[in-house]
Antibody, heavy 115, light 110 residues
Framework: EVQLVESGGGLVQPGGSLRLSCAAS????????MNWVRRAPGKGLEWISY????????NYADSVKGRFTISRDNAKNSLYLQMSSLRDEDTAVYYC????????WGQGTLVTVSS | QSALTQPRSVSGSPGQSVTISCTGT?????????VSWYQQHPGKAPKVMIY???KRPSGVPDRFSGSKSGNTASLTISGLQAEDEADYYC??????????FGGGTKLTVL
């Protein structure tokens, strides 16, 4: 089955760190660019990071630049998001999404930043 | 990056058609073919309904169609059904490996 499955979410205190994972299956992961998108409670979708298929090109939204790091391991068919210096406003469901047209999404993982 | 502009809500009766607009600039919607539309039901992951402006993934009913004119993209849903009630988001590539979403539109089927 072609799918993306996120994991690693949870409750973390402000200033803390968390690493999200996105496991890909059923397709050639190494051939696709990937993105992370989030949706905060009561708000809309927000694109937060991009990584090319090779991992050589990376970019971030201003809201997370300098705090979040995207990476991938094509041998493990996995995408990652290392989040640090977390703030209350980072509380959201985080999704990984495939390709420039974001045509395929995982089910999401909830990150709650609270003391 | 500034969010794309969508109406906060639209509504229609079963069988009717509705159109949701998505207004950006020449730096995003008007500048690239990579405009997509997503349907999101409460507690569910977003589902792509239209990508690359007007392409429909397999499995998406042909009641859903997308178009673009200048800096404005549109999603039209014809023959409204109860299950179409959801939040809808547009998204555009905005250059230099960045993407921007609209604020979302709540579709109510009366």
């Amino acid at each position: 089955e072609v799918q993306l499955v996120e994991s690693g979410g949870g409750l973390v205190q402000p200033g803390g760190s968390l690493r999200l994972s996105c496991a890909a299956s059923g397709f050639s992961f190494s051939s696709y660019d990937m993105n992370w998108v989030r949706r905060a409670p009561g708000k809309g979708l927000e694109w937060i990071s991009y990584i090319s298929s090779s991992g050589r090109t990376i970019n971030y939204a201003d809201s997370v630049k300098g705090r979040f790091t995207i990476s991938r391991d094509n041998a493990k068919n996995s995408l990652y998001l290392q989040m640090s210096s977390l703030r209350d406003e980072d509380t959201a469901v985080y999704y990984c999404a495939r390709e420039w047209s974001l045509v395929m999404w995982g089910q999401g993982t909830l990150v709650t930043v609270s003391s | 990056q500034s969010a794309l502009t969508q109406p906060r809500s639209v509504s229609g009766s079963p069988g009717q058609s509705v159109t949701i607009s998505c207004t950006g600039t020449s730096s995003d919607v008007g500048g690239y073919i990579y405009v997509s539309w997503y349907q999101q039901h409460p507690g569910k992951a977003p589902k792509v309904m239209i990508y690359d402006g007007s392409k429909r993934p397999s499995g998406v009913p042909d009641r859903f169609s997308g178009s673009k004119s200048g800096n404005t993209a549109s999603l039209t849903i014809s023959g409204l059904q109860a299950e179409d009630e959801a939040d809808y988001y547009c998204c555009s590539y905005a250059g230099t490996y960045t993407w921007v979403f609209g604020g979302g539109t709540k579709l109510t089927v009366l």
